[in-house]
């Protein structure tokens, strides 16, 4: 059960009407990275795990209040276009300065939505369930956690440049500092799976079924060595059960494939002499 309260989680509220701005805080929405990619994603990962009532809260909890970071963000661009001279947009071209700035909105905001957000990012792509990651290892789900807050923080503080609005900034500063927490959340998480499960996904398949030989090598496969320097081509592996090494000409093992004429009912080129 969903219960939905009235009153923002935090202010969302701009100091005067930006469309542009307005189209550039659809990533944060319906960008791949954005609060509803999250927001489904720890939903989804909370509603499938089985057995670990301490993860599937921390997951619907979190996963609850992206879905409200979603409404403030859908609040500042719904306000962004308040009293926008979006019907004036043809007359506004002949000035150049107006034109420029008008010409740079999303005219799905007036044409589609009625002033209102889109589930979308800011050029336009519709939001699309593919961009979450629910598998049912958590350790594997919750690195995908920490790379997708990791990856929104930083376009929010890329925004929180672009912007003199001390209402956007505000809001942007909350979404900030929410990320930067989730961050550690996750990694405080991450921690305590691979204390108990070990560094590798999934910790569960038999090593003796893998090819042991090459789980720490390194292959040259690109000009330069510089990568041979690395702390992951020497030393102890980092899962304490093997060593790495670095290969700088690697040979094939495999043959060159000649593969067989596909039938003629197929009708593919026919092989060459």
């Known amino acids: 059960m969903f219960f939905h309260v009235k009153e923002l989680q ?7 009407p930006d469309p542009v ?30 057995g ?3 993860y599937r809260d921390l997951l619907l909890d979190i996963g ?7 409404e403030m963000l859908a609040t500042m661009v719904a306000r962004l276009m308040d009293d926008a001279p979006v019907n004036q947009q043809e007359e506004a071209a002949k000035d150049p300065v107006v034109g420029a700035i008008m010409g ?8 589609v939505s009625g002033l209102g957000a889109r589930p ?26 920490l790379n997708a807050e990791s990856q929104g923080r930083l376009q929010a503080a890329r925004l929180y440049e672009m912007t003199d609005d ?20 996750w990694a405080a998480a991450i921690a305590e799976l691979e204390e108990k499960e070990g560094l590798l996904v999934p910790s569960t398949f038999p090593r003796e079924k893998e090819r042991t030989d090459i789980s720490y090598t390194l ?4 000009a330069g060595e510089e990568s041979s320097t690395g702390r992951w081509a020497q030393g102890p592996a980092l899962d304490g059960q093997g060593e790495y090494k670095y290969v700088s000409n690697p040979k094939p093992e495999g043959d060159k494939p000649m593969l067989k004429p596909a039938p003629p009912n197929l009708h593919n080129t026919l092989p060459m002499d």
Do not use: C
């Open 10 to 16: 935090f202010e969302a509220k701009p100091e005067r």
């Open 21 to 50: 701005f307005a189209k550039k805080l659809q990533e944060l929405i319906g960008g791949q990275y954005g609060e509803m990619t999250v927001a489904m994603q720890y939903m989804f990962q909370g509603w499938a795990t089985r």
């Open 52 to 54: 670990n009532e301490k």
């Open 64 to 70: 609850t209040e992206e879905i409200g970071h979603v």
């Open 104 to 111: 740079g909105m999303n005219p799905q905001h007036a044409i």
């Open 120 to 145: 979308t990012d800011s050029v336009g792509n519709p939001w699309m369930g593919t961009y979450i990651t629910a598998s049912g290892n958590l350790l594997a789900d919750f690195r995908s956690n």
């Open 166 to 185: 001390k209402g956007i900034k505000d809001l942007l500063s909350v979404l900030i500092a929410r990320d930067a927490y989730h961050q550690n959340q």
């Open 219 to 222: 292959y040259n496969l690109s």
